[in-house]
């Protein structure tokens, strides 16, 4: 049974720095498209960095150059690191899994396990 767990949320001042991990169960990581979306109050859900089975990772450009993706292949997880925070990034973070149809990324709704989410608020 897959399962997703995510941790390392919580509250930080601009300029600042979080990690956000996302222990999985169920599956090996390594093997399949795994991702990091978020959602704010009233807004739509937004992708935020996707880590495919073959390794290729890809990011929103709202985080570029700020956010890094990668996957522990000894623990298991799939980790966000994100510098530099800013007010707007301030959401729920969601932890996702794409375990079926190949080691491609896809479309958001092709993503069939999802955890629960971990709170991020930046203040200003």
């Known amino acids: 049974q897959v399962q997703l767990v995510e941790s390392g949320g919580g509250s930080v001042q601009a300029g600042g720095s979080l990690r956000l991990s996302c222990a999985a169960s169920g599956y090996t990581v390594s093997w399949y498209c795994m991702g990091w979306f978020r959602q704010a109050p009233g807004k739509e859900r937004e992708e935020v960095a996707t880590?495919?089975?073959?390794?290729?990772?890809n990011y929103a450009d709202s985080v570029k150059g700020r956010f890094s993706i990668s996957k522990d292949k000894g623990k298991n997880t799939l980790d966000l690191q994100m510098n530099s925070l800013k007010p707007e990034d301030t959401a729920m973070y969601y932890c996702?899994?794409?375990?079926?149809?190949?080691?491609?990324?896809?479309?958001?709704?092709?993503?069939?396990?999802w955890g629960q989410g971990t709170q991020v608020t930046v203040s200003s």
């Open positions: 880590s495919d089975g073959y390794g290729t990772t």
């Open positions: 996702a899994a794409k375990v079926a149809g190949g080691r491609d990324c896809g479309q958001p709704y092709e993503f069939n396990y």
